[in-house]
C-alpha cells in the first residue's frame, strides 16, 4: 500500500489550474495551427493567428488564456493500491482550487446558490469525479471550462429506433443551435449510452482525451471523422464569422445502455480548451 498526503494533492492541484488557465496543451495548439494552415478564408485564417498570437502571449506572459477562467472539474483516478492520509480529498481540492485562483490572480466565477448569486470569491468548490483504477497511482486532470461552451452543452433520451440518423441529427443540431456562443473553433464531446447523467460524464470525458487521438474502436473513429467533417460544413467558423474550421475534434465516448435508451450529451468547449494532467 502506497501513502499519499492529501497536503500534496493540494499541492498538485494549486499548481495545475495555474498552469491549465495559462498554457494551451500541445494536441490543441498543434489542432490551430494546422486549421491555420488549410483554412481557405481569409478573415477566418487571420482569426485563427490571433488564437495563436493570444495562447503564445499567455504563456511568456503567465496571463490567463481567457478572462472566464471557468468552473474546475477535476478528474481524479485513484489507484486502488493508494492510501490517503492527513485530511479530507475534497477539502484538499478545493484548497489547491482556491489558493491557485488567488494567487494566480484569476476571476472567481462560482456562486454559492444558483438563485442568490452571492460570489465565493474564490472559484470554489469544484467539481470532483472520482474514479478508482488498479495500480498504486494517482492521475490528476484538472479542467477549468468557461460558460460560454458549457452552457451550449445538451442531452437527449433519444429512441432506439431513431439510431445513428437521430444520434448524428441532434449532434449537428446541438452545435448549429450553439453557433458562434462557445467561442470557436470548437472540441465536440458526444457521450453515447449509459443513462442520462452516465451520457453527460462520458461527454465531458470525451472532451479529456487529446484532440489527435482518435477512439480506439475503430467504427467510433470513423463516426467520429464523419463528424467533424459535417460539422465543418456548416460553414460557422472561427468566432462564428465564417470559414472552413468550426470544430477541431469530435471526441465521443460510448457506454452500454438499455434496450429501451439511446441517451446522447454533447458537451462543447472552446478553442481555449485548457486541461492540465498530473501524475503522483
Known amino acids: 500500500m502506497r501513502i499519499v498526503k492529501v497536503e500534496q494533492i493540494k ?17 490543441i495548439l498543434d489542432g490551430l495551427q494546422k486549421a491555420c494552415a488549410k483554412e481557405t478564408v481569409p478573415r477566418a485564417r487571420r482569426l485563427l493567428e490571433i488564437l495563436l498570437e493570444n495562447a503564445h502571449l499567455a504563456q511568456i506572459e503567465n496571463m490567463p488564456l481567457c478572462q472566464d ?5 477535476i478528474q481524479i483516478q485513484l489507484g486502488q493500491e493508494v492510501s490517503l492520509t492527513g485530511g479530507d480529498l475534497y477539502e484538499a481540492i478545493d484548497q489547491g482550487v482556491r ?3 488567488l494567487e494566480g490572480y484569476f476571476r472567481a466565477s462560482m ?4 438563485l442568490e448569486r452571492v460570489n465565493t470569491g474564490d472559484n470554489t468548490p469544484a467539481v470532483v469525479h472520482l474514479e478508482m483504477t488498479p495500480g498504486d497511482q494517482v492521475v490528476i486532470t484538472v479542467f477549468p471550462k468557461g460558460a460560454g461552451s458549457e452552457n451550449m452543452g445538451r442531452t437527449a433520451m433519444l429512441k432506439p429506433a431513431d439510431g445513428w ?15 458562434a456562443n462557445p467561442c470557436p473553433p470548437i472540441i465536440v464531446g458526444v457521450g453515447l449510452g449509459g443513462n442520462m447523467e452516465k451520457a453527460c460524464l462520458l461527454a465531458k470525458k470525451a472532451l479529456l482525451r487529446p484532440i489527435n487521438r482518435s477512439h480506439a474502436d475503430s467504427r467510433i473513429a470513423d463516426l467520429e471523422a464523419q463528424l467533424l467533417q459535417d460539422i465543418n460544413q456548416l460553414g460557422i467558423g472561427p468566432q462564428g464569422l465564417g470559414g472552413d474550421t468550426t ?6 465516448e460510448v457506454f452500454p445502455t438499455h434496450i429501451a435508451s439511446l441517451p446522447v450529451a454533447v458537451s462543447l468547449n472552446c478553442h481555449s480548451t ?3 494532467v498530473v501524475t503522483i
Open 99 to 101: 489558493e491557485g485562483y
Open 111 to 114: 456562486v454559492k446558490d444558483p
Open 11 to 27: 499541492e498538485t492541484v494549486k499548481q495545475a489550474v495555474r498552469a491549465a488557465n495559462t498554457q494551451l496543451p500541445e494536441d
Open 274 to 276: 485548457r486541461r492540465a
Open 69 to 73: 477562467t471557468g468552473l474546475v472539474t
Open 247 to 252: 470544430a477541431l475534434a469530435v471526441n465521443m
Open 165 to 179: 440518423p437521430g444520434v448524428r441529427r441532434f449532434i449537428i443540431e446541438t452545435v448549429k443551435i450553439a453557433n
